[in-house]
């Protein structure tokens, strides 16, 4: 995965409206491959929308995204969407699975560790922290290798070292060529940031 390979996310004069509400209208923008982008603006204005447009999740009422294809791209929600079947390893090795990568489980492994999970594997989903189920969609994301991450206040559920070790695994997938978008509240996750698009009264 080089930045050559991943192409710019370009929205022109994107907008979106749930019925006669118009969350925002007439947004530009460009996620370039190789850096982190953080969607910041008060509740309600409209990051996870545009979050849902941005990663193709979601179809905007007017304007145009190229959001990458399903096999590109990795999320991390905000509310963690693990398998509550599934141990906290097996959620973390789910979608490169899912995606058909043969998952390199050395590599696999060591990032569990450094997001603080090690001793947690046999875990099931309701047997952990929400901060610890945090991290592992958040190894799940990095485990996957894609190109392209999308993440829904990725450190909301993490004390302050936690919240570091995430961002600092989320600048490595950048600087191996991935393009992160974040929506972030946080000083820290704001700190992290490349570029920031700031969304509120609509535009
Ligand atoms: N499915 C939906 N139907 C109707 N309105 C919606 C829907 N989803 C979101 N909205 C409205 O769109 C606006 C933007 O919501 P969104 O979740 O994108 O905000 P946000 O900036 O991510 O907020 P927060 O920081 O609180 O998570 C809000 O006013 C919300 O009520």
């Not at 696999?108 to 189920?133: I, K, V």
């Not at 799940?140 to 919240?163: C, K, N, Q």
Request: proline share 4%; glycine share 12%; aromatic share 4%.
């Amino acid at each position: 995965m080089s930045a050559a390979s991943s192409p710019s996310i370009i929205a022109e004069n994107l907008g979106m409206r749930y019925g006669t509400t118009t969350v925002f209208e007439g947004l530009n923008l460009k996620v370039l491959p190789g850096r982190i982008l953080v969607l910041a603006g008060p509740s309600g204005a409209g990051k996870t929308t545009l979050l849902n447009l941005l990663s193709g999740l979601d179809s905007a009422t007017a304007g145009r995204v190229n959001a990458p294809g399903r096999t590109q791209r990795g999320f991390v929600f905000q509310d963690y969407n693990l398998l509550e079947s599934l141990s906290a390893w097996d959620n973390a090795l789910l979608s490169g699975r899912l995606l058909g990568k043969r998952v390199n489980k050395a590599a696999a492994r060591a990032t569990f560790a450094e997001l603080g999970l090690d001793g947690l594997e046999r875990r099931l989903p309701h047997e952990l922290s929400g901060g610890q189920q945090q991290r592992v969609a958040v190894a799940r994301v990095l485990i996957a290798r894609v190109p392209f991450i999308f993440a829904d206040e990725p450190t909301g559920a993490l004390d302050a070292r936690s919240a570091d070790i995430v961002l600092r695994n989320l600048r490595g997938a950048a600087d191996r060529g991935a393009t992160v978008v974040l929506v972030s509240h946080s000083p820290e996750g704001l700190s992290c940031a490349d570029d920031i698009v700031e969304i509120g009264g609509g535009r």
